[in-house]
């Protein structure tokens, strides 16, 4: 049976809060726009040596995994919806439209490093490919009887068109690269979704 001593579960606490902090670390610095922090600057910014950073993960790839798994910890309470399918058109795209944008507005920069180290990260593809699947899922739940109104054979593309119109890239685009305030970038959602979605509604 082993047993653990005080210098041991010390040891262990303080090896914890370290990992703790250099996770913290690289968040931050991938919040910052920093594509790709050395180790020296992760090891400054979590306040251990370089030496002590790969005593705590066992690679890269380790410290992706740690980083994305605290991300979704930090978005899990913005992926609830305040509407359900039951509700009005009308209704259902403006809290969808809000909701969704509170959460593209949580990833942050992190959304935009995430895409740029797909090319070199399969980790990271994959955790994105998982992500879009659950947020086009959610969209297709919320609006399936829009969608079921929709002739089949324009079905999967209206869902790709609405998905699309909803997704961080589009947020992106609009409120990063054409400068539109989050409001104008809601409205701008709302009415494309309406647009898109909107015969379906009608029927």
């Known amino acids: 049976m082993t047993t653990v001593t005080p210098l041991t579960d010390g040891r262990n606490q303080r090896r914890d809060r370290n990992r703790d902090a250099v996770v913290t670390a690289l968040l931050e610095l991938y919040r910052e726009g920093r594509l790709r922090p050395s180790a020296e600057e992760i090891a400054a910014r979590a306040g251990i040596s370089v030496r ?52 593209l507005r949580g990833m942050g920069e992190v959304g935009r490093v995430a895409r740029t180290l797909t090319v070199r990260q399969p980790l990271i593809l994959a955790e994105l490919a998982r992500i879009r699947h ?35 890239e589009s947020f992106d685009l609009m409120h990063n690269d054409q400068g539109l305030p989050v409001d104008d970038v809601e409205t701008a959602m709302q009415g494309a979704l309406v647009r898109l979605l909107g015969d379906g509604a009608r029927r």
């Open 52 to 103: 002590s950073l790969f005593r705590y993960f066992d690679d890269v790839d380790a410290l992706v995994r740690a980083a994305i798994a605290r991300q979704q910890e930090h978005l899990a309470p913005l992926w609830a919806l305040d509407t359900d399918p039951d509700r009005p058109f009308a209704e259902r795209i403006e809290r969808f439209v809000a909701d969704r944008v509170r959460l």
């Open 134 to 168: 659950a947020l086009r899922a959610q969209l297709a739940e919320l609006f399936a009887a829009e969608l079921d109104a929709v002739p089949p054979g324009e079905r999967r593309s209206v869902l790709a068109a609405a998905d699309v119109v909803v997704s961080w």
